[in-house]
């Protein structure tokens, strides 16, 4: 490459990576979704400057490593908790996750350039391929290693009444859509034709718009209750103290006194490790927690052992203080509460990261739909678990409402929370049921199946909130079908668009 063509290639580099953290101001708690639209309106521009695959895989980089580094600069917030001991490590969290999401982006604008060999000279089917290839790697993201799908590019629309479109096409249908809506117009601005191509290229956003414009009004002002009252605590306990034995007893108290405060709910929820005792040794919590209850069941985070296993839990207290109902995280935060493969690594004698030794958490069985006498059957999530729409569809049957308990503490006060509650309100949307959500250090909520915050305490703000559980809807078409059909879609569409260039070749 020329010294022209390089200095070409860093600035677009530049300009890519510039583009992807501004487009990142879409999320939560900003929610500027316009400046992510135009972040993708320049999408083809810099897609189609590249001329090879290796140039479109690095303008992909770039592009998300702006986007994930500012979208996940929370990531650094665990860090600082202990800052002596480990804040160095905060520049290498926020360099080494940006980096490895943005390598999913990579290998799909390397792929869209790949295709673009077979796809002729065609501007329009390399960007229709690239919309493709995005959407699928977007997907993987979700499931790969795991999956991380944090900033997915549906959450933007969290705000909007287009997010209702979540309950047809799911968070990778919408985020199919927006590539759709964005890119097709900034093609035209790349290579404009006639009049009526160019109007064309709008179609799709006014369908799009349209369409939620009808779900909006479709949907009813106020939610339909169900007549049981639930109380959230929220006891504002920060990270570094949250576990202080000069500390985690004012804590556990403020919530005791929460929950015998006022009018009697039928249902009280405390966050996620609330409780600061092992389940085994924590009868003596659990009788005060039931004293306070006065004969209101009582839903609580706790951590327990089983052997040398430890396990992050919820615990369903009935009316009697009896442990009726127990659940065990199964989705685990790699290097946050687990090693991968940790276990195998016992076997060669490393047992340092073994979460059979100890060393972390283990991993529960999976997800399980659990009775609340009096108020229903309820889908537990813990923390991170909300954050995978396959998770939440993957229930052996379908609850009446979800129930996540979480300590977002650990993301600071920025952006983080907030994030995380728009995910929340994704997944209620989703699957048309209403959702309580009780958080250590907020946001804590009562959501109803539209995606709606009934009732909320602010973050960082000690204190409880009464709000009446809404009604769970007929289930979604996404909670019958989940991801499948836009897998499907989107491999139909690449396929689609090889047969019509072959087709155009051979009439050529």
């Known amino acids: 490459m020329n010294p022209a063509g390089r200095w070409g290639l860093r600035r677009r580099l530049v300009l890519a990576m510039l583009l992807g953290a501004a487009g990142a101001l879409g999320l939560a708690p900003v929610g500027m979704w316009g400046l992510t639209c135009l972040m993708l309106l320049a999408v083809p ?22 986007w994930f580094a500012h979208a996940l600069i929370w990531i650094i917030e665990p860090f600082f908790v202990d800052v002596a001991r480990h804040g160095w490590m905060a520049p290498f969290a ?54 991380f799908p944090w900033a997915a ?50 179609l799709p ?22 007549g049981a009252i639930v109380r959230v605590i929220q006891p504002n306990a920060p990270q570094h103290q949250k576990w202080d034995p000069a500390f985690s007893p004012v804590f556990f108290k403020r919530q005791v006194d929460f929950t015998a405060a006022g009018p009697r709910p039928d249902l009280i929820v405390w966050p996620e490790t609330s409780v600061p005792t092992l389940l085994d040794y924590a009868g003596p919590a659990f009788d005060t927690i039931t004293s306070a209850a006065a004969g209101v069941p009582v839903v609580l985070g706790i951590q327990r052992s089983e052997g040398a296993q430890y396990f992050n839990s919820l615990v369903y207290l009935d009316e009697t203080g009896r442990v009726a109902g127990r659940y065990d995280k199964h989705h685990l935060v790699p290097f946050g509460e687990y090693i991968p493969m940790g276990n195998i690594a016992a076997r060669i004698g490393l047992r340092g990261f073994a979460a059979q030794e100890g060393e972390g958490f283990s991993d529960g069985p ?41 300590n977002d503490a650990w993301f600071g006060q920025h952006s983080g929370p907030y994030q995380h509650l728009a995910q929340a309100r994704m997944r209620a949307i989703e699957q048309g049921l209403p959702m309580i959500r009780a958080a250590n250090t907020g946001i804590s909520a009562m ?15 000690a204190g409880f909130v009464d709000a009446g559980l809404p009604e769970p809807l007929v289930p ?20 689609g668009l090889w047969g019509l260039q072959h087709q155009k070749q051979t009439y050529i």
């Open 45 to 66: 521009a810099l897609f189609l400057a590249a001329s090879s695959s290796r140039q479109a895989a690095l303008t992909g980089l770039a592009l998300g490593i702006g």
């Open 94 to 147: 926020i360099v080494f996750s940006a980096t490895g999401m943005g390598l999913f982006w990579s290998v799909g604008f390397w792929a869209a350039h790949h295709l673009g060999r077979y796809l002729g000279r065609s501007s329009r089917a390399r960007v229709w391929a690239l919309i493709c290839t995005w959407s699928l790697v977007e997907l993987a993201r979700a499931y790969v290693l795991t999956g």
């Open 153 to 202: 590019l549906a959450q933007i629309w969290t705000d909007t009444d287009s997010a209702l479109l979540l309950a047809w096409i799911g968070p990778h249908g919408l985020a199919f859509v927006t590539l759709v809506v964005t890119m097709v117009p900034g093609l035209a601005l790349v290579r404009p034709g006639a009049l009526p191509q160019r109007l064309a290229c709008l």
């Open 205 to 226: 956003a006014l369908v799009f718009a349209g369409f939620a414009l009808g779900l909006a009004q479709a949907r009813p002002v106020t939610a339909p209750l169900t």
């Open 366 to 406: 999976g997800p399980q739909v659990m009775e609340i006498d009096g108020i229903g059957k309820a889908l537990p999530l813990i923390c991170y678990e909300a954050v995978f729409p396959q998770d939440v569809g993957s229930a052996p049957s379908r609850p009446d409402f979800l129930l996540q308990i979480t």
């Open 447 to 461: 959501i109803d199946p539209w995606g709606r915050e009934i009732a909320h305490l602010p973050l960082g703000q």
């Open 476 to 495: 979604t078409i996404y909670a019958r079908t989940g991801d499948l059909p836009v897998f499907v879609l989107v491999l139909a569409a690449m396929l």
